[in-house]
């Protein structure tokens, strides 16, 4: 009989390739398939964002776990990072949930989505925003909250959940707004168009106005904004931070009213604000639109769906949503757009689609690339992704 030792050399020995071969260094992105960490495990950070500091990219993201109740959170937030947006090694958990039952806000079983992270240059402070839902209460709390840490990769101390804006008015209302309530009821035929002229914000005035998808920028003059589906995720809310980004300033205005834009996402190029977001279908993917402006608190225009490709492609943009465009260091005007390939039935199986935006008459647009580099798109940058050439 072979010895219990022997079998297990033997088996080691013809793993070791396969392993290796889990283990090679990444030399491009291949949206939509399995991604491996460094140690050869799919990277979990769903609904993410990137920061870059100090040389490395930080990838922020929902730690997602397999089954039902995989879309709560029972960890808490990832943190990845890499020198070479390819390569991805796992720094853990940035921002850990609170014990269960503990009441906490962020307690295990919480809804804790689209983690942003952003640096403070003043406070040198990361501050870390995001959605959540508290325990047991579905998708009706709709805050968003902050944490905080001196690391870029934490452990992150968490701060406080809110709803932002309570007792003001946005600098786009009218006086309208302030002084004829509108009532909606559940039914109500026309809620949708009830809920647009604003029935939501009146309603949510005192109390402060819901906050679900969302995500932050950081303008090059360090002023930072707040994001997010709002009014019921009918409206987009856009918010501008206090200077240590731990706030909500009093500034603030409705974009799109009516328009169902969730999972934004924005970048800045040649002094224009652009905006991805998606509409409105929950974790089923749907037609992503875009949007630009010159001043990001005034003036969004509608630019349509950035998607070029089939007419599945476009209506469902890759079967993803977005949830942030990446500036790539170093490469003037190239931004990767991240989105999610949602799996709802097994979240931790969710994909990644990573694709180089690309600009088409003043327009944001996207096509698809099995596999691409970040050199691939030095030839084509600008062009349409269809142009053949
Ligand atoms: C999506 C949203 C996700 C998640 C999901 C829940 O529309 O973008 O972040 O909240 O709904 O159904």
Redesign the pocket.
Known sequence: MMKLSHILVMLLWVGAPAIAQQLKAHTSFKPGQIWTDTDGKHINAH?GGVLYHKGRYYWFGEHKVGGRDG?KAMVGVSCYSSADLYNWKNEGIALPVAAENSGADIEKGAVI??PKVIYNKKTKQFVMWF?LELKGQG?NAARTAVAVSDKVTGPYTYLRSLRPHPGVWPQNATNSHKTEPIAVADKDPEWEQKVAAGAFLQRDFEGGQMS??MTLFVDEDGTAYHIASSEENRTLHISKLTDDYLEFTDEYVRVFPGGRN??PAIFKKNGNYYMIT?G????APNAARSAVSDNMMAGWKELGNPVRGTEGQKSTTFES?STFILPVQGKKDMFIFMADRWRPENPIDGRYIWLPLQFEDGKPVLGWQEEWTLNSGDKKRGKSPNSSE
């Open positions: 609904g879309n989505e689209r959605h998708y679900r998808d969730e999972a998606s409105l279908t929950g974790w949503q």
